[in-house]
């Protein structure tokens, strides 16, 4: 009996440890994304004699980008250069997730080694020249290539 009676104690602490829990993820889902673009590798595949790279975009600013090209520079395993180029992400609506695709001929997703943002190329918001690209630029990767910038 005394095992059952400890259980019947145990049982409303759970309950309001579970009620405590369930107001963090409100909470959390009431507070707003910081500012800024969000840029998330997402994957690497070969595809006919080249590696597809694979981003994820998220530009949480409160006004839409035109146009974002932004240098990229790959690195290979050992951490040297393998190439400098530009990829035109397009235009990133605000709190819209785009995924953009580029096609690296003659490279084997194997050998990349690591994928810098080295800074926005080209990058228009509200019909002019901005800032915005960079500003608050958060890099992430759901692969073992590390996105750096």
Known sequence: MKYTSQ?????????VLTFLGGMDAVGAEDTPPPLGVEIELNALADQGGACRLSFLAQNTHDMDIEEAVFETVLFDQSGGVMMLTLFDFQA???GRPRVRQFDLADVQCAAVGRVLINGASRCRSGGQDSQICTEALGLSSRTKVELLG
């Open 7 to 15: 259980v019947h104690l145990l049982a409303p602490i759970a309950c």
């Open 92 to 94: 990133l609506p605000t």
